[in-house]
């Protein structure tokens, strides 16, 4: 098992476009978060789902964002019309539960120009 | 509201010496995890510690230690017999979903 896998490890995007992230958790975890972290700061907290269902969505801004894991495949996170301000390290994690120790993944870095 | 700090922004420590990171929090739950995990260059996000809050006992895990105050609502990392290799970024987390700034840890040789 190759632990969490995120996907892209860069992404660039124009304003405008459409970000995907992709993030498979590790096996047998059925709980993931996504983070996001910009430089010299610790990680923002955006949504906790489990497959097919969200479970806590508070840290994810309520516009151009949205988030989903399937009953098959990874999750992904969405970001619809990126802007400069969405410029950041996106971690995905996954566990057991949320009381275990998280295994991140290596983070996708967006940058929008 | 719940909240994560470390007021340590930065820290350094002699190779082979001890240091100890510093985290304090708020939360109005009675039963809750704390989390230390370390980021190095790599930015990998990697856990360190977890305590339970309803544990008396202090979590160790090899040359990594806390010392849990649940009355001062303090949570601070010691680290014995530093190492270059945990040269990092650590970062305090109630529940892995507040987290605190982080605190720089500078390894001297």
């Known amino acids: 098992n190759a632990g969490v896998m995120q996907n892209p490890r860069h992404l660039v995007r124009r304003r405008g476009q459409e970000a995907r992230l992709r993030c498979s958790p590790m096996k047998g975890h059925s709980h993931v978060y996504w983070y996001r972290q910009l430089p010299e700061e610790g990680l923002k907290f955006m949504v906790y789902l489990q497959k097919e269902n969200i479970i806590d969505e508070s840290g994810m801004p309520k516009e151009r964002f949205s988030a989903e894991f399937p009953k098959e495949g990874p999750s992904i996170l969405r970001i619809q019309q990126v802007v400069r301000g969405d410029s950041a390290a996106y971690f995905c994690?996954?566990?057991?539960?949320?009381?275990?120790?998280?295994?991140f993944g290596s983070g996708t870095r967006l940058t929008v120009v | 509201a719940q909240t994560v700090t470390q007021s340590q922004p930065e820290m350094s420590v002699q190779e082979a010496e001890t240091v100890t990171l510093s985290c304090t929090y708020d939360t109005s739950e009675s039963d809750y995890y704390l989390f230390w995990y370390k980021q190095p260059p790599s930015r990998q996000m990697i856990l360190v510690i977890r305590?339970?809050?309803?544990k008396q006992q202090n979590a160790t895990e090899n040359r990594f230690s806390v010392n849990f105050q649940k009355a001062a609502k303090s949570f601070s990392l010691k680290i014995s017999d530093s190492q270059l290799g945990d040269a990092a970024m650590y970062f305090c987390a109630n529940y892995q979903l507040i987290w605190g700034a982080g605190t720089k840890l500078i390894i001297k040789p």
């Open positions: 994690a996954s566990s057991h539960g949320p009381t275990y120790g998280y295994t």
């Open positions: 305590q339970e809050a309803y």
